[in-house]
């Protein structure tokens, strides 16, 4: 099993997205890349942490390559805005990849390259690139939340 970290807005939707991925064994949300230990909700939503929203991604590479899960996170949210996704914003929803490995880094920096190229944005890339941090799990009812409730997506 391999672990892949995501940040592409509210951690909602981005986790839903991911769970329905073959070979996707689980997930948890929670935050990284701040500087503030054991976060709550309330004080990354704060915008003061410097965390993000991420999704953890605990996968089997012999059914969901890293590549596959790329290609997802470039299309489950729009990596062009900067510390924003749709009406919400604020550096906790900021475009970020957390590499664990030297070959994710480099397979995330050819990924967002051939993205740029690709034609499907009409303005650049603003997605961090960035290695992974402590990942602090969110609370609870965080976890699974559109799952929970019934709902396909947050907005």
């Given amino acids: 099993m391999e672990k892949a970290t995501f940040g592409a807005g509210c951690f909602w939707g981005v986790e839903a997205a991911f769970r329905k991925v073959k070979g996707v064994v689980s997930t948890q949300v929670g935050y990284a890349g701040g500087r503030t230990e054991h976060p709550t909700y309330h004080e990354v939503c704060s ?20 590549d596959d899960l790329l ?4 299309h489950c949210h729009d990596p062009t805005q900067f510390n924003r996704q749709g009406p919400d914003y604020g550096s906790q929803y900021r475009s970020v990849i957390f590499y664990h490995s030297t070959e994710q880094e480099q397979a995330a ?14 303005r650049l890339i603003v997605t961090e690139i960035v290695p992974a941090s402590t990942f602090w799990r969110a ?3 965080h976890q699974q939340y559109l799952e929970k409730r019934g709902s396909g997506s947050c907005h």
């Fill in 109 to 122: 920096r050819m990924s967002q390259a051939q993205e740029d190229l690709s034609g499907h944005h009409r």
């Fill in 47 to 66: 915008d003061s942490t410097g965390h993000a929203e991420v999704v953890e991604v605990t996968f089997d590479p012999g059914q969901a390559s890293y």
């Fill in 139 to 141: 609370e609870e009812y």
């Fill in 71 to 74: 290609t997802l996170f470039w």
